[in-house]
T-cell receptor, first 115, second 112 residues
């Protein structure tokens, strides 16, 4: 069964460093998302991406964050200068066109630890 | 903004018993979905119920939706130890973005 793949599974970085989290969505999907989950808290929406541009972003997704689809398969989340509070699980999700548009398939996540 | 709140926060049952988890939300929705998360792992989609549906079944799962009360329940019948996980409801309001708003989750522990 097709799945969303995320790498790395765990990323440790120093505060102030840039990190890039990588995702390979399901191949025929058109809509892509990033969510994050701080330990013990809710899963929170960060950003959605369609047709090579951001379609919506949350207030969490400030200027330190950016997303890119550099080629036909990868979808990346970049954090320019990490802060301690960026430590969380980051999930990538994708969904296809209607009628399955509404089911979002999630990757296993990248655990980001900012020291 | 929509917020999903689930109860109970934690539920411990014996294998073979049924588990019921509830979710409430605040604004109108297009769909409501339930996801499962094993400790430290990704989110696995379980079932989606549309706003014009009242009940849906999938294997041992039964989901109900009451849009007048803005609430949903997930019933897992004949639970197994492998059902131990966190369960989240997620709502979306449709539209071009279709972002999901997740609830706080119920941690289910099924004792063998």
């Amino acid at each position: 069964e097709p799945e969303v793949t995320q790498t790395p599974s765990h990323q440790v970085t120093q505060m102030g460093q840039e990190v890039i989290l990588r995702c390979v969505p399901i191949s025929n999907h058109l809509y892509f998302y990033w969510y994050r989950q701080i330990l013990g808290q809710k899963v929170e929406f960060l950003v959605s991406f369609y047709n090579n541009e951001i379609s919506e972003k949350s207030e969490i997704f400030d200027d330190q964050f950016s997303v890119e689809r550099p080629d036909g398969s990868n979808f990346t989340l970049k954090i320019r200068s990490t802060k301690l509070e960026d430590s969380a699980m980051y999930f990538c999700a994708s969904t296809g066109g209607s009628p399955t548009k509404n089911i979002q398939y999630f990757g296993a996540g990248t655990r980001l630890s900012v020291l | 903004s929509q917020q999903g709140e689930e109860d109970p926060q934690a539920l411990s049952i014996q294998e073979g018993e049924n588990a019921t988890m509830n979710c409430s939300y605040k604004t109108s929705i297009n769909n409501l979905q339930w996801y499962r998360q094993n400790s430290g792992r990704g989110l696995v989609h379980l079932i989606l119920i549309r706003s014009n549906e009242r009940e849906k079944h999938s294997g041992r799962l039964r989901v109900t939706l009451d849009t007048s009360k803005k609430s949903s329940s997930l019933l897992i019948t004949a639970s197994r130890a492998a059902d131990t996980a966190s369960y989240f409801c997620a709502t979306d309001s449709g539209g071009a973005t279709n972002k999901l708003i997740f609830g706080t989750g119920t941690l289910l522990a099924v004792q063998p």
